[in-house]
């Protein structure tokens, strides 16, 4: 699962320059407790000129494009699935998207309770989430464009808190994921990887996190002697 991440301005910034994507003229502030249903920062390659890429916002929470209302959001494609889903395949093989990010938060069930947990690479970088993204238009002729993140198997720091992960790709694999010509699965699904444990790390935060109202740095700071507790309990 990926439910609430958190991204810095700075790393915003860093990684569309790595990218060579010009940023946008007003910057999206820094947010510590993003949740689903929010407006995110991401790169694709622009639909109207696919050798190009562009920064895009996206809501997060994807709704097909031939979809006749907008339901449930969707948040998350499972990566042992996605290529398949009638949901998310035609997204997956057309209209693939890193989606910018400084950490994210996961929790640990603790009887009824829930712990959250902080992770973020082990150099405090940013990095990129395999997401893809659709666009689905209203009766009214109204448009949205909408992202899932893909998921897969938590690696050996992540699998005692939870047992799913967000994708985080390698920076070497972020060419071929925004590559429009490759379509085929046996050419994407094998960049769909657990991150590498040595690579992250992984910390216990106030149970503040829990509670989307609350968006700043305090969300980042560890767990103190508090209880883990039910109130507020994130959105899954």
Not at 105 to 126: C, H, M, N, T, V
Not at 140 to 148: D, F, I, P, Q
Not at 194 to 220: F, G, H, K
């Amino acid at each position: 699962m990926c439910t609430r991440f958190f991204l810095v301005q700075e790393h915003l910034r860093n990684t569309l320059k790595r990218l060579g994507v010009p940023a946008p003229g007003t910057r999206p502030a820094t947010r510590y407790n993003i949740p689903p249903t929010s407006v995110i920062p991401a790169v694709r390659h622009a639909p109207s000129s696919p050798a190009a890429r562009e920064y895009a916002t996206l809501h997060w929470g994807l709704v097909p494009a031939w979809a006749r209302e907008r339901g449930k959001p969707l948040v998350n494609a499972r990566a042992e699935t996605v290529a398949d889903k009638p949901t998310f395949r035609d997204a997956f093989a057309k209209r693939r998207c890193l989606i910018l990010a400084s950490g994210f938060y996961e929790w640990k069930a603790i009887g009824r309770s829930r712990q959250p947990w902080l992770f973020r690479r082990s150099d405090e970088s940013p990095f990129c989430f395999a997401g893809i993204w659709d666009r689905w238009s209203t009766p009214e002729g109204a448009v949205l464009e909408s992202t899932a993140f893909i998921t897969t198997a938590a690696n050996a720091l992540m699998a005692p808190i939870h047992p799913r992960m967000p994708v985080v790709l390698a920076e070497n694999h972020w060419e071929a994921w925004l590559d429009p010509s490759l379509t085929e699965p046996t050419q994407i699904v094998p960049l769909l990887q657990p991150w590498p444990a040595d690579l992250m790390q992984a910390m216990a935060v106030s149970s503040r996190v829990n509670n989307v109202r609350n968006d700043d740095d305090a969300c980042l700071e560890p767990a103190g002697d508090e209880p883990a507790n039910d109130d507020q309990l994130p959105l899954l």
